[in-house]
């Protein structure tokens, strides 16, 4: 990748893309915001979203923000990885994409455009991690777990093998996910349960 990476969102989570792009060895240029008040320890803020330029990280944890931010940008999306992430043979990377600390993709995964699959977090074999989705921090996806686009599955929550999550559906902290979830649902528990 030639330049350095500008980070969109200035918030918890552009931290931990930030560390990440450092152990690389990769500069920041430093990070947008629409926010004029917003700040990151020792980074540039080059302004609002329209102050953007390639290459870019999508650096906003929330799942709903995250699709309306990406649909205002185009051009080149850097795609990181913490070093000490761990990602086995045959697996889809997409573009923009987020590994985290201590994460493991396993083999002929799929990890979806501006995806995250955050800190400590399992994405197992054949699973698929869908556009903009977030499995948050010490989340696991069981073989073949399928997540559409736009979905959060919380911290801590298990999908088992061969559950299909729907787009944009929510999957609760430390819920266990043993039946497929419909798109724009929520669940939470375990076993988990449609809340609405």
Do not use: Q, Y
Not at 70 to 94: I, Q, T
Not at 164 to 171: E, N, P, Q
């Amino acid at each position: 990748m030639s330049g350095a990476i500008v980070l969109v969102g200035g918030g918890g989570h552009a931290k931990v893309v930030a560390d990440s792009v450092r152990a690389f060895g990769v500069s920041i240029a430093g990070f947008v915001d629409d926010d004029p008040n917003a700040t990151m320890p020792s980074l540039d803020h080059l302004g609002g979203l329209d102050a953007v330029r390639e290459p870019w990280i999508m650096c906003v944890g929330d799942v709903p923000t995250r699709l309306l931010l990406l649909d205002r940008l185009d051009g080149v999306a850097a795609s990181v990885m913490h070093p000490s992430a761990v990602v086995g043979e045959r697996v889809e990377l997409g573009a923009g994409m987020f590994i985290g600390p201590n994460a493991v993709v396993n083999a002929d995964a799929i990890i979806g455009d501006h995806a995250i699959v955050n800190s400590g977090a399992i994405v197992e074999h054949d699973a698929r991690v869908g556009r903009a989705s977030h499995v948050a921090p010490g989340a696991v996806l069981c073989g073949a777990a399928d997540v559409g686009e736009g979905c959060l599955v919380g911290a801590g929550a298990v999908v088992l093998p061969g559950v299909r999550i729907g787009d944009h559906a929510v999957i609760g902290a430390g819920s266990v996910v043993t039946a497929d979830v419909p798109p724009h649902r929520r669940a939470v528990g375990s076993p988990a349960r449609l809340l609405d």
